[in-house]
C-alpha cells in the first residue's frame, strides 16, 4: 500500500476523526472506502452494464418485441 498526504480542512478533518471513533477504524480506512465508492459510482463501463442487465428480459423473444413496437412508428 502506498502512503500518501493529503490536505483537508479543519471542520474536514474533525468530522473525519469523529466518524472514525464513532465507527472504531482508522480516518485512513474511511478515506479508503470513501475512494472506492466514488470509483465504483465512475465505472459505468458498456461491458459492466451488460453484465448488470443480461437476463432481465423474461417475456420471451425480445427481438420481436422490438420488431412489433416499431411497427408503430410507421
Known amino acids: ?3 500518501t498526504i493529503i490536505s ?3 471542520e474536514e478533518k474533525e468530522w473525519l476523526e469523529r466518524k ?3 465507527e472504531g ?3 485512513a480506512k474511511l478515506v479508503r472506502e470513501a475512494i472506492r465508492g466514488m470509483r465504483q459510482q465512475q465505472d459505468v463501463s458498456f461491458e459492466r452494464l451488460l453484465k448488470q442487465t443480461s437476463g432481465l428480459w423474461r417475456r420471451g423473444d425480445g427481438l420481436a418485441y422490438q420488431r412489433r413496437l416499431r411497427k408503430e412508428w410507421r
Open 1 to 3: 500500500m502506498i502512503r
Open 8 to 10: 483537508l480542512d479543519t
Open 20 to 22: 472514525a471513533a464513532s
Open 25 to 27: 477504524v482508522p480516518m
